[in-house]
C-alpha cells in the first residue's frame, strides 16, 4: 500500500475517533455579582444559609438572592443577559434552558423588585401571582410584600403577564401591567391591568440602569410631543346615547351602573366596578383615564370587575368608560363615561428581611427571690405549713 493510503486510512480513524467523543456539555447559568452596596446575600442550592457576598463572587443555578432595605446587586448572566435587584428583594435563579427562538431563562421572584435587560431570547419571572415575560428586552418585575399584588413595566421589547387562571395580556414598549393576588374569600383571580407608564415609572428605570438612558430620552420625547400636540377628544354621553337604537335592541350598550357618577373613593381598598350586560358580548373593556391622560384598562367576560384602587396609584379625578366586544373580537359599542375621584396611593411598603429572634439572657440567680412554700424551690421550708 503506498503512501497516499496510508494517510487516508489514518485520518479516517482520527476522524471516527473524534466522531465518537462526548459532546461537551452546554455551561449551565451562572451569574456574576457585581456594583454590590448594603447588605446582600446568597445561598446556592446546595447551602443550607444565606451568606453575605463580596463582589465578583457567583451564583449558580438554582441559587437564590436577598437583599436588605439598602442592598443593591447587579446580576451579569452568562448568556449576555442583566438583572439589577433593589432591596428587599428575594429570588431564585430557576433555569437557562433552550427553547423557541433562543433562550429561556426562567427566575422565581418571592418579593421585592427586579430590572431585567435581556440578551435575547426570553426571561419568564414567577410570581406569587403570575408570570411575566419578556421577548428582546427592558421589563421591571416588583411584588407588593403586603398585598403579593404583581407591578410590571415593559420599558422596551414583548412583554407580557398571565395569572394562574391563564388570561394573558400582551403589552409593549412604555406600558404597565398589574397582576392581581388571589382574592383571599372567592379563590378568585381579577384579571390583569394593562396601562400606560407613567413619568416616575420612566424615571425609576433611568435611576436604576444607566443603560436606559437613550430609551428614557426617547420617551420622554414621545411624552412631550403627545401633550403639546394632541387633547383629550370628549364625546358627549348624550351623542353617544343618540347613536344607540331605540327600544333596547342588543346594539344599545351598556350602561354603568356602579359606583355612581361623581363618586369619591378612597385611597385603598376593594371597589367593585359595575354596568349593565350586553346580550351579544364576549368580552369588556374596562378604560381608565387620569386627569394627566394616562390610561388603564381590564378586561373581563363578566359585567362587573372587583380590584384594589391602588393599583391606579394617581390622584385626582379619573373617567371610565366600557367597551363591548363580540365574538368576532370586533367592538360592538362603548358605554358613557362616568367619573370618580381618589386620593393619591401611599408608596409601597418595604419588606424587611426576618430576624432571628433573642432570645433573653438565663436570670441571674442572685437576683432571684426564693419562695419557701415552692416545694421545687431551693429555699423550700417545712416552717411554711406550721411544722
Same mark, same amino acid.
Given at each position: 500500500?503506498? %503512501?497516499?493510503?496510508?494517510?487516508? *486510512?489514518?485520518?479516517?480513524?482520527?476522524?471516527?475517533?473524534?466522531?465518537?467523543?462526548?459532546? @461537551?456539555?452546554?455551561?449551565?447559568?451562572?451569574?456574576?455579582?457585581?456594583? *454590590?452596596?448594603?447588605?446582600?446575600?446568597?445561598?446556592?442550592?446546595?447551602?443550607?444559609?444565606?451568606?453575605?457576598?463580596?463582589?465578583?463572587?457567583?451564583?449558580?443555578?438554582?441559587?437564590?438572592?436577598?437583599?436588605?432595605?439598602?442592598?443593591?446587586?447587579?446580576?451579569?448572566?452568562?448568556?449576555?443577559?442583566?438583572?439589577?435587584?433593589?432591596?428587599?428583594?428575594?429570588?431564585?435563579?430557576?433555569?437557562?434552558?433552550?427553547?423557541?427562538?433562543?433562550?429561556?431563562?426562567?427566575? %422565581?421572584?418571592?418579593?421585592?423588585? *427586579?430590572? *431585567?435587560?435581556?440578551?435575547?431570547? #426570553?426571561?419568564?419571572?414567577?410570581?406569587?401571582?403570575?408570570?411575566?415575560?419578556?421577548?428582546?428586552?427592558?421589563?421591571?418585575?416588583?411584588?407588593?410584600?403586603?398585598?403579593?399584588?404583581?407591578?410590571?413595566?415593559?420599558?422596551?421589547?414583548? $412583554?407580557?403577564?398571565?395569572?394562574?387562571?391563564?388570561?394573558?395580556?400582551?403589552?409593549?414598549?412604555?406600558? #404597565? @401591567?398589574?397582576?392581581?393576588?388571589?382574592?383571599?374569600?372567592?379563590?378568585?383571580?381579577?384579571?390583569?391591568?394593562?396601562? +400606560?407608564?407613567?413619568?416616575?415609572?420612566?424615571?425609576?428605570?433611568?435611576?436604576?440602569?444607566?443603560?436606559?438612558?437613550?430609551?428614557?430620552?426617547?420617551?420622554?420625547?414621545?411624552?412631550?410631543?403627545?401633550?403639546?400636540?394632541?387633547?383629550?377628544?370628549?364625546?358627549?354621553?348624550?351623542?353617544?346615547?343618540?347613536?344607540?337604537?331605540?327600544?333596547?335592541?342588543?346594539?344599545?350598550?351598556?350602561?354603568?351602573?356602579?359606583?355612581?357618577?361623581?363618586?369619591?373613593?378612597?385611597?385603598?381598598?376593594?371597589?367593585?366596578?359595575?354596568?349593565?350586560?350586553?346580550?351579544?358580548?364576549? @368580552?369588556?373593556?374596562?378604560?381608565?383615564?387620569?386627569? &394627566?391622560?394616562?390610561?388603564?384598562?381590564?378586561?373581563?367576560?363578566?359585567?362587573? @370587575?372587583?380590584?384594589?384602587?391602588?393599583?391606579?396609584?394617581?390622584?385626582?379625578?379619573?373617567?371610565?368608560?366600557?367597551?363591548?366586544?363580540?365574538?368576532?373580537?370586533?367592538?360592538?359599542?362603548?358605554?358613557?363615561?362616568?367619573?370618580?375621584?381618589?386620593?393619591?396611593? &401611599?408608596?409601597?411598603? %418595604?419588606?424587611?428581611?426576618?430576624?432571628?429572634?433573642?432570645?433573653?439572657?438565663?436570670?441571674?440567680?442572685?437576683?432571684?427571690?426564693?419562695?419557701? $412554700? +415552692?416545694?421545687?424551690?431551693?429555699?423550700?421550708?417545712?416552717? $411554711?405549713?406550721?411544722?
Amino acid at each position: 500500500m503506498n %503512501k497516499k493510503g496510508l494517510l487516508f *486510512i489514518l485520518f479516517a480513524v482520527i476522524a471516527a475517533l473524534t466522531a465518537c467523543q462526548p459532546k @461537551a456539555e452546554d455551561s449551565p447559568l451562572s451569574a456574576t455579582l457585581s456594583e *454590590i452596596t448594603g447588605l446582600v446575600q446568597i445561598r446556592q442550592a446546595e447551602a443550607d444559609a444565606f451568606e453575605s457576598v463580596s463582589a465578583s463572587a457567583t451564583l449558580n443555578v438554582n441559587g437564590q438572592i436577598q437583599t436588605g432595605d439598602d442592598g443593591r446587586v447587579r446580576l451579569d448572566l452568562s448568556s449576555g443577559t442583566i438583572i439589577r435587584v433593589a432591596p428587599s428583594s428575594l429570588f431564585t435563579l430557576t433555569s437557562n434552558d433552550e427553547g423557541d427562538g433562543g433562550l429561556l431563562t426562567k427566575i %422565581k421572584m418571592e418579593v421585592g423588585k *427586579i430590572f *431585567i435587560i435581556l440578551n435575547g431570547g #426570553r426571561a419568564d419571572v414567577e410570581t406569587p401571582s403570575g408570570v411575566a415575560s419578556v421577548r428582546g428586552s427592558y421589563m421591571k418585575v416588583e411584588v407588593d410584600p403586603n398585598t403579593n399584588d404583581v407591578y410590571v413595566t415593559c420599558l422596551e421589547g414583548n $412583554c407580557s403577564v398571565r395569572n394562574p387562571n391563564g388570561e394573558e395580556v400582551n403589552f409593549t414598549n412604555g406600558q #404597565r @401591567a398589574v397582576l392581581f393576588h388571589q382574592d383571599p374569600n372567592t379563590g378568585e383571580w381579577n384579571s390583569p391591568l394593562l396601562g +400606560d407608564m407613567t413619568p416616575d415609572e420612566f424615571q425609576e428605570w433611568l435611576d436604576n440602569n444607566p443603560e436606559a438612558q437613550a430609551l428614557f430620552d426617547q420617551a420622554m420625547a414621545a411624552l412631550t410631543a403627545t401633550s403639546a400636540t394632541e387633547a383629550p377628544t370628549e364625546v358627549p354621553p348624550t351623542e353617544i346615547d343618540a347613536a344607540a337604537p331605540e327600544g333596547g335592541s342588543s346594539n344599545a350598550c351598556s350602561q354603568i351602573q356602579e359606583p355612581a357618577n361623581g363618586s369619591s373613593l378612597g385611597k385603598a381598598g376593594q371597589v367593585n366596578f359595575a354596568w349593565s350586560e350586553h346580550p351579544d358580548a364576549q @368580552a369588556y373593556v374596562i378604560t381608565f383615564v387620569n386627569a &394627566d391622560g394616562s390610561t388603564a384598562r381590564i378586561e373581563t367576560s363578566t359585567n362587573s @370587575a372587583e380590584f384594589y384602587i391602588e393599583v391606579l396609584p394617581n390622584g385626582g379625578s379619573y373617567e371610565w368608560f366600557v367597551t363591548v366586544y363580540g365574538a368576532d373580537g370586533k367592538e360592538i359599542c362603548a358605554s358613557p363615561s362616568a367619573q370618580f375621584s381618589k386620593p393619591k396611593a &401611599d408608596p409601597t411598603e %418595604k419588606a424587611k428581611p426576618e430576624k432571628e429572634e433573642e432570645q433573653e439572657p438565663p436570670a441571674d440567680p442572685s437576683n432571684t427571690t426564693c419562695d419557701p $412554700c +415552692d416545694p421545687f424551690g431551693s429555699c423550700y421550708s417545712y416552717s $411554711c405549713f406550721g411544722y
